[in-house]
Structures are given as C-alpha cells and as structure tokens.
C-alpha cells in the first residue's frame, strides 16, 4: 500500500531481510517474535505458520544454544516469511544462524561488544549477504559512558549504537538496520529522533516491555505511532506479553490508523448513547469477528472504511467518510454509501447486509 502523502518518510538505505525490503520506498513491515523454544521446532513453525496467516511478515526467534541455532534450517525450510535470529552474549551462536540459513541477525550491543567477536560475526554476513540488526535495549546497556555531560538515557542509546555502526562500517559493511528500544515511551521517542539526525539507516520501531495486550497495546501505539507521523521508522514490533498474533493485530492497527497501510476493511463504532436504537457493540463485535476468519482463510476482503453508528439522526453525517455503514432505527438499520442513506433493513439483517455490501467491494 501507498503511504500517507501527508507523512514524509524519512530518506534511508534500503536493505534486504530475505526478499522483503526495508526502508527507501518500501512499505513498512510488521515484525513479531515467537514465544516457543526456537529447538522445539514443530511448536514454532506452528506458531509462525499462525502468524504468517494473518499479516506477519518477518519473524524473530530467540538463539539460546546450539540446538536452537541448528533448527533454524529445519524451520525455515516450512515456513514463508523472512527469520531473523536474535542473539545475546555468544557470538558464537550468531556464526551457527548464519550457517543455518537465518535471513537477519540481531546483535545486542549491551552483550556482544568485543570487536575481535564481531568482526567474526560481520565477516560471515558479508559472506552470505544478510544484514544485521544493531538491537540496543535501556536495559542491557555496558558500562554506559559518555562524552556528554550528565548525559539522559537516550543519549547513552544513541552512543552505544553509533559506536557499533563504527565497527561495521570500518568493514565496509552497511546492511544495517538500527533499534533503539526502551520500556518508557518518551526516552525511546527522543533516541530515535536523535539517531535519525546522525545516520541513514533503516530503523526497526518498538517499545520494549510493554506488558500485557490492553497496557502494551496503547504504550505501543504512541511511541510508534508519534514516530511513524513523524516519518520515522521502516520496520515495527509490537512487543506484548501474550499471544504473539496480538502483537500483529495491534501493528496493523497502528499502520492503518494513521493511513500508512491497509489490511483489509476497518470498522469504525460510534461509543454509543441514549439516542442509540441498535446493539452497536454486539454487531461490531459479530462483524469483525467474522471478517476475521474470512481474512485468516485467505479470502481477499477489499480496502473499505465501514461504520456503525447507533442513531440515524447523526450516522450518517458523522460517518460519511466512510465507504459503507449502518445507522440504527427503530428496530432496524439504515444503510448508507458515504453519508448517503440508500435503503433500510431490519435489525436482524444487518450483518448479511454488510457482509454482502463488504463482498462486492462497494
């Protein structure tokens, strides 16, 4: 999908995690994380092959030891969309993803710092052409030291990653992407909007930590979202503790909210009142549900804005940008093409309605 006109990207390099392109142009892509043991490999493909299914498009999976390192092969012989492995403190392990097939490396820079190991891991990349992510993280920060007087947290970021770009590009190596990740949403804002001024690199948005799917979900749609309005980021995971499909839902919703991408149709719900004479949260509730397990069995739903609005004096008027919606009356629904009412049907009609206004794309 097209960006937003009105949201000026940010100009970087473009990179390559397996076929999919990041940065310049390129749509930005959704990224979610297994929550399996990446050696329990049947368990993981069955999570990826989930999360394939309904929108996600590069997935990370945690490097413990050597077994997990060995599975990646298997697991990517299965599955459809990019991997990219995430290793903490053996470079060692990151050699062994490499070997096994991984699209991407993340590196933590807080726990694989010392320049002999990583040249050993870039030199291998070099070799088979995949780029590496630079994963900074508040909470796994070495030593933080700093030129700058007193400096805040977000500077302390923005140093450690500067200094790891050195390293790579004296080794003439530039497929980087960069992540500047905190739990508190202000401190990331202000390190990725630093880190922009300084380098050219595609960045990989998230908020670290953020919880559970209510509390994440909103901390996760600011911090990305600010960033995202400001033309920042190339690449977003929402991080959340709980199912992983969640993760990619709320990335979807972020990206459309702010008319970046779409993902098929978006319902809009007035919040209702006492002039409201449908049921508006159970239709809302019925119709997104089943556009879901349309979505999830492949069936291409077009790109429409739907309303559902629970009076007919206001509906209409306030919906009218949208493509299609339903406005309530008394015992039953008004239907309506971009604020303009077209014919009325009772209340128990209303899904089959939509559904049948939804298939013939309007």
């Known amino acids: 999908m097209d960006t937003d006109k009105r949201i000026k990207r940010r100009e970087t390099r473009v990179i390559k995690v397996g076929k999919l392109g990041i940065g310049g142009d390129y749509p930005i892509s959704i990224q979610s994380m297994t929550k399996t043991r990446t050696s329990d490999i049947q368990a993981t493909i069955k999570q990826i092959k989930g999360l394939e299914k309904?929108?996600?498009?590069?997935?990370?999976?945690?490097?413990?030891?050597?077994?997990?390192?060995?599975?990646?092969?298997?697991?990517?012989?299965?599955?459809?969309?990019?991997?990219?492995?995430?290793?903490?403190?053996?470079?060692?392990?990151?050699?062994?993803?490499?070997?096994?097939?991984?699209?991407?490396?993340?590196?933590n820079p807080g726990n694989i710092y010392r320049e002999k190991e990583i040249r050993e891991v870039i030199s291998r990349a070099k070799e088979k052409k995949i780029p590496v992510r630079i994963g900074v993280n508040s909470g796994s920060l070495r030593n933080p030291k700093s030129k700058i007087q007193n400096p805040k947290l977000e500077d302390l970021m923005v140093e450690s990653a500067l200094a790891y770009i050195r390293i790579l590009e004296k080794m003439k190596f530039y497929e980087i992407m960069v992540s500047l990740k905190a739990s508190e949403v202000l401190t990331t804002i202000q390190a990725y909007r630093r880190m922009a001024k300084l380098c050219d690199y595609p960045f990989h948005l998230g908020i670290t930590a953020t919880?559970?799917?209510?509390?994440?979900?909103?901390?996760?749609?600011?911090?990305?979202?600010?960033?995202?309005?400001?033309?920042?980021?190339?690449?977003?995971?929402?991080?959340?503790?709980?199912?992983?499909?969640?993760?990619?839902?709320?990335?979807?919703?972020?990206?459309?909210?702010l008319g970046i991408r779409q993902f098929g149709p978006q319902i809009i719900a007035c919040p209702t009142c006492g002039r409201a004479q449908i049921d508006v949260v159970k239709i809302t509730q019925k119709l997104e549900s089943m556009l879901s397990q349309l979505s999830i069995t492949n069936y291409q739903l077009p790109n429409l804005k739907i309303a559902i609005m629970g009076c007919e004096v206001n509906g209409p008027?306030?919906?009218?940008?949208?493509?299609?919606?339903?406005?309530?009356?008394?015992?039953?629904?008004?239907?309506?093409?971009?604020?303009?009412?077209?014919?009325?049907?009772?209340?128990?009609?209303?899904?089959?309605?939509?559904?049948?206004?939804?298939?013939?794309?309007?």
Not at 337 to 361: A, H, M
């Open 54 to 107: 309904i929108g996600c498009e590069i997935i990370r999976v945690a490097v413990k030891d050597e077994a997990d390192a060995q599975a990646i092969e298997e697991i990517k012989r299965e599955i459809k969309i990019p991997l990219e492995a995430d290793i903490h403190f053996h470079h060692k392990l990151a050699i062994r993803a490499i070997a096994s097939g991984s699209d991407a490396l993340r590196l």
């Open 211 to 257: 919880g559970l799917p209510f509390e994440g979900g909103i901390k996760s749609a600011v911090g990305i979202g600010i960033l995202l309005a400001e033309g920042i980021g190339d690449t977003i995971r929402v991080s959340l503790a709980g199912d992983p499909k969640e993760e990619v839902k709320v990335a979807q919703w972020i990206l459309s909210s």
């Open 317 to 362: 008027g306030e919906a009218k940008e949208a493509d299609i919606g339903i406005a309530g009356g008394k015992n039953c629904g008004v239907l309506f093409r971009k604020g303009k009412i077209i014919s009325r049907t009772k209340e128990g009609e209303i899904i089959r309605v939509l559904l049948q206004e939804i298939g013939s794309g309007v």
